[in-house]
């Protein structure tokens, strides 16, 4: 039992000091915003004690609600909203990427190997073309759809499909990342043969040097974003696998807030590609200018991800969500 005399007496100062902070909550230095958010922690402590131990339900009404009062507060003093942002693209976002750099790398090989793989074997084999599909629709996939296709819809319309299809993409490859990845592996696969394939025709029929200059300038980007998501899908069915030191459970956790991180970003990343799709990649420009539009943006995504990160990671930094500060151990 906690005598509530002597635990008033012990703790009220705490408690008026919160409530004159709160009060403050936006004319606040840092040192006191410091303050505020640790007094708080202390309060949830206090009222946890008062309602296990102390059976007083007034001191508990009341302190839950210098609690819910002062957890607003806390939550109005973080930094501005523009600052968050800042923080996740100078930070988060880089420093998860950087983290899944030998996975994502991984990926792309893999991806880009089977890609090649299915190519070779259904460019050198007549009977596998043939089993593909009959040759008109062959014919009318290399002479009209294949280019068609990026010119079917009006720039804008297609830029918001494409990017709606891709975010599509990217998300069940990295949400299948519960399911052990293995379905991440199959979505890899199919897109990777997919592209083999389609690369394969055209290039049997003399519409190669077409086939890369449509795919290069929106592909190079639109891939990378693939793959970095397959490569964090991998990573957090992995952990599930092997969490290393840490129980499986908070690893998953831990992983798996991270991940949304990488999802967020992608949104960027794709509406970036998407954009280069619909007005860059059938525009009348020579080809060698669409092609090094597109190799500026992936350089220049890939730059500042390993500078970015690189420098998140050197500074002991990570894309995980700061825990809440109703759990964090504190002091009674």
Same mark, same amino acid.
């Given at each position: 039992?906690?005598?509530?005399?002597?635990?008033?007496?012990?703790?009220?100062?705490?408690?008026?000091?919160?409530?004159?902070?709160?009060?403050?909550?936006?004319?606040?230095?840092?040192?006191?915003?410091?303050?505020?958010?640790?007094?708080?922690?202390?309060?949830?402590?206090?009222?946890?004690?008062?309602?296990?131990?102390?059976?007083?339900?007034? @001191?508990?009404?009341?302190?839950?609600?210098?609690?819910?009062?002062?957890?607003?507060?806390?939550?109005?003093?973080?930094?501005?909203?523009?600052?968050?942002?800042?923080?996740?693209?100078?930070?988060?976002?880089?420093?998860?990427?950087?983290?899944?750099?030998?996975?994502?790398?991984?990926?792309?090989?893999?991806?880009?190997?089977?890609?090649?793989?299915?190519?070779?074997?259904?460019?050198?084999? #007549?009977?596998?073309?043939?089993?593909?599909?009959? !040759?008109?629709?062959?014919?009318? @996939?290399?002479?009209?759809?294949?280019?068609?296709?990026?010119?079917?819809?009006? *720039?804008?319309?297609?830029?918001?499909?494409?990017?709606?299809?891709?975010?599509?993409?990217?998300?069940?490859?990295?949400?299948?990342?519960?399911?052990? %990845?293995? #379905?991440?592996?199959?979505?890899? =696969?199919?897109?990777?043969?997919?592209?083999?394939?389609? %690369?394969?025709?055209?290039?049997?029929?003399? !519409?190669? +040097?077409?086939?890369? /200059? @449509? $795919?290069?300038?929106?592909?190079?980007?639109?891939?990378?974003?693939?793959?970095?998501?397959?490569?964090?899908?991998?990573?957090?069915?992995?952990?599930? $696998?092997?969490?290393?030191?840490? #129980?499986?459970?908070?690893?998953?956790?831990?992983?798996?807030?991270?991940?949304?991180?990488?999802?967020?970003?992608? +949104?960027?990343? @794709?509406?970036?590609?998407?954009? $280069?799709?619909? =007005? +860059?990649?059938?525009?009348?420009? #020579?080809?060698?200018?669409? $092609?090094?539009?597109? /190799?500026?943006?992936?350089?220049?995504?890939?730059?500042?991800?390993?500078?970015?990160?690189?420098?998140?990671?050197?500074?002991?930094?990570? *894309?995980?969500?700061?825990?809440?500060?109703?759990?964090?151990?504190?002091?009674?």
């Amino acid at each position: 039992m906690v005598d509530v005399d002597a635990y008033v007496t012990a703790h009220e100062p705490e408690w008026r000091r919160l409530d004159a902070l709160v009060q403050r909550r936006r004319r606040l230095s840092g040192d006191e915003v410091d303050e505020l958010v640790t007094l708080y922690q202390r309060t949830t402590t206090h009222l946890s004690a008062v309602q296990s131990a102390a059976h007083d339900p007034v @001191l508990a009404a009341a302190l839950s609600s210098r609690v819910a009062r002062a957890r607003a507060a806390v939550t109005g003093a973080h930094a501005s909203q523009w600052r968050t942002v800042g923080r996740f693209a100078a930070v988060s976002f880089p420093a998860m990427a950087y983290r899944a750099r030998w996975w994502w790398l991984g990926t792309a090989l893999g991806s880009l190997a089977v890609a090649f793989l299915v190519g070779w074997w259904v460019a050198r084999s #007549p009977a596998v073309q043939a089993a593909l599909a009959p !040759k008109a629709q062959v014919r009318q @996939l290399v002479n009209h759809q294949f280019q068609g296709y990026y010119s079917q819809y009006a *720039a804008p319309a297609f830029a918001a499909q494409v990017w709606t299809n891709n975010a599509w993409v990217a998300a069940e490859t990295l949400i299948f990342g519960i399911l052990l %990845g293995l #379905p991440t592996l199959l979505v890899l =696969f199919s897109n990777a043969a997919n592209i083999g394939v389609d %690369g394969a025709l055209m290039i049997v029929h003399g !519409k190669g +040097v077409l086939f890369f /200059a @449509l $795919i290069l300038p929106h592909g190079m980007l639109e891939l990378t974003a693939v793959f970095l998501a397959a490569a964090t899908g991998l990573r957090l069915g992995w952990t599930i $696998i092997d969490p290393g030191p840490r #129980p499986r459970s908070r690893a998953f956790a831990e992983e798996g807030r991270a991940s949304i991180t990488i999802a967020l970003g992608l +949104v960027v990343v @794709l509406l970036v590609s998407g954009a $280069i799709e619909a =007005f +860059v990649t059938p525009s009348p420009l #020579p080809t060698w200018a669409r $092609i090094t539009i597109g /190799a500026v943006a992936e350089c220049a995504f890939l730059g500042y991800v390993i500078v970015a990160g690189r420098r998140a990671a050197a500074a002991g930094l990570n *894309a995980d969500i700061e825990e809440a500060p109703d759990v964090l151990p504190v002091t009674g």
